[in-house]
């Protein structure tokens, strides 16, 4: 799967919205600049996340729904 150029994405929210808006770009890479490597505590997977984050989006997606990880 090929994403445009321009599309924001990482592995504390996936996909960013709204990214028309330059405060909410500068605040993706004020988040990047944070973000430290740990292992999602759902998968196991090495991923880059906020320091009080322990989920990847696609656990914490998985735990909004109910699954328990
Ligand atoms: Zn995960």
Do not use: S
Not at 7 to 26: A, K, L, Q, R, S
């Amino acid at each position: 799967m090929r994403f445009p150029e321009r599309t924001y994405i990482d592995d504390n929210y996936g996909v960013w919205d709204d990214m028309d808006d330059p405060d909410m770009v500068e605040f993706y890479h004020q988040v990047q600049k944070e973000n430290v490597e740990k292992k999602c505590e759902g998968c196991g997977q090495t991923v880059m996340l906020r320091p009080d984050y322990g989920f990847c989006n696609i656990c914490a997606d998985k735990r909004e729904r109910g699954w328990d990880l």
